[in-house]
């Protein structure tokens, strides 16, 4: 199994972002997704999360900003990002619990990071 994140770049202060991340792979179940991010110098910090249902949790700093949502069909989870401001520059991560096969245990995955930039 594997993501593949996808949909950061440069954008002004106000601008807006939609982040992208796909599951690919054979015969597996997702379970919650998220997207975390991690600036220069900080830890990585959860900004949204979603569980197979769609109940969201916000990180408080990205409450009326920013909206996570997912297709379970294609397996992609989002992130609308709106009215970005500089402190949300960072590398954003998607990360997914998935149950590879019906015999493995539920795992953690992690896509590959995307830059996002707002320009102040």
């Known amino acids: 199994v594997q993501l593949q994140a996808s949909g950061g770049g440069l954008v002004q202060a106000g601008g807006s972002l939609r982040l992208y991340c796909a599951a690919s792979?054979?015969?597996?179940?997702?379970?919650?997704m998220a997207w975390y991010r991690q600036a220069p110098g900080k830890q990585r910090e959860l900004v949204a999360q979603?569980?197979?249902?769609?109940?969201?949790d916000y990180a408080d700093s990205v409450k009326g900003r920013f909206t996570i949502s997912r297709d379970n069909a294609k397996n992609t989870v989002y992130l609308q990002m709106n009215s970005l401001k500089p402190e949300d520059n960072a590398v954003y991560y998607c990360?997914?619990?998935?149950?590879?096969?019906?015999?493995?245990?539920?795992?953690?995955?992690w896509g590959q990071g995307t830059q996002v930039t707002v320009s102040s």
């Open positions: 990360n997914a619990f998935i149950r590879p096969d019906i015999r493995l245990p539920l795992t953690s995955f």
């Open positions: 792979g054979d015969r597996f179940s997702i379970y919650n």
């Open positions: 979603i569980t197979s249902g769609g109940i969201t």
